[in-house]
């Protein structure tokens, strides 16, 4: 399985989201931000960092990258993708996710370990975890509070697409707690917390972020397999 | 030259974590009668021809405001135009 990794200008983290997808096991394909081509690729992942200088908004020029179009594109066709804090920031911005993220409540940069809890084990980003499974990953954002009006925070509560919340405290002021959503279809997902340095132990606090891209492999193999994506909500 | 200018203010419901840093600051300049702060964006398009508020309404909305989170106002300046 091939797993594209965008680098836009002032990405930071395409390298390490690179090497967890490839000690998941992953062929790994390096895309550039002014190539629309996706080279053919299953999955996608837009990476930390600060594209275009976080000019604007964060996420806000990136958006409409050559690359993003197509991405964009591709995503509302199934294709799965994985927004990891500025990717988050990014994609929302494109509109495949609602809401926004802010300024840090609090308007410190927070890097720490951080404990999430797992609500939806059924998107192409989370299958390998169990729903209630607590797990530790770093974070590190200015600009990561995620706020969304209310009724759009009660949707995604009921359709189940809080992915991930915060535990044993809330970093960066989101509202419920929410530190990752997914889109209807459950193909994408943004995490404002990083998993891709959660995959040694030389370097992570764990090795949990590991199952964010085990488990795109084993939904592309699914669908392969089963001629659908096994994404979805429930 | 002709000017439109895009003002960009968080929606009131929004809270402006910037804004409130300001606010709590003033006492320390002596001035104790503000109750609230609030800090937005102010950008200036210059047109090569004639001024067009509907391209200035196009680029506010899909790249100068965030819906989600932002309000926009526009408006023409026409004091740089009594210069040229």
């Known amino acids: 399985m091939r ?8 990405s930071l983290d395409d390298g390490d989201a690179a090497r967890a997808a490839r000690i998941a096991g992953a062929d790994v394909v390096r895309l ?12 996608v992942v837009l990476p930390g960092g600060f594209s275009y200088g976080d000019a604007l908004r964060a996420g806000a020029i990136a958006r ?26 990014v994609l929302c911005e494109a509109h495949l996710l ?33 729903e209630g499974q607590e797990i530790l990953i770093p974070v590190k954002n200015g600009e990561g509070c995620f706020v969304a009006d209310e009724r759009t925070l009660d949707q995604l509560e009921a359709e189940g697409r809080v992915v991930a919340r915060y535990t044993r405290g809330n970093p960066n002021g989101s509202q419920r707690d929410i530190a990752a959503i ?11 917390p990083h998993p891709e340095h959660a995959v040694e132990a ?8 590991l199952g964010f891209f085990t488990s795109v492999l084993r939904a592309l193999a699914g669908a392969s397999a089963g001629g659908q994506l096994a994404g979805g909500h429930h | 030259m002709a000017r ?48 067009n508020l509907e391209t200035a309404r ?26 040229v």
């Not at chain 1, 797993?3 to 002032?10: A, D, K, R, Y």
């Not at chain 2, 196009?58 to 210069?83: R, S, W, Y």
């Open chain 1, 182 to 192: 997914t889109n209807e279809a459950g193909n994408v997902v943004g995490i404002m």
């Open chain 2, 58 to 83: 196009e680029i506010a909305d899909k790249l100068l405001a965030n819906p989600v989170i932002e309000d926009f106002q526009i408006h023409l300046d026409d004091t740089v135009a009594e210069g």
């Open chain 1, 98 to 130: 609602p809401g926004a993220l802010t300024r840090n409540q609090h308007l410190h940069f927070r890097n720490r370990d951080q404990f999430l809890r797992v609500e939806s084990a059924s998107t192409a980003w989370t299958n390998q975890f169990t």
């Open chain 2, 4 to 51: 439109v200018v895009v003002d960009v203010m968080l929606k009131p419901e929004i809270l402006d974590p910037q804004g409130q840093a300001v606010a709590n600051a003033l006492p320390r300049l002596g001035v104790t009668d503000i109750s609230s702060v609030r800090i937005g964006r102010r950008i200036e398009i210059e047109f090569a021809g004639e001024p």
């Open chain 1, 3 to 10: 797993i594209g990794v965008v680098t836009f200008p002032g």
């Open chain 1, 32 to 43: 550039w931000h002014g190539d629309p081509g996706l080279q053919g690729v299953d999955a």
């Open chain 1, 202 to 209: 030389l370097t992570g606090p764990s090795l949990d972020g």
């Open chain 1, 64 to 89: 409409f990258a050559p690359v993003m179009e197509t991405v964009a594109d591709a995503a509302r066709g199934g294709l799965p993708v994985l927004g990891i804090c500025n990717g988050f920031q």
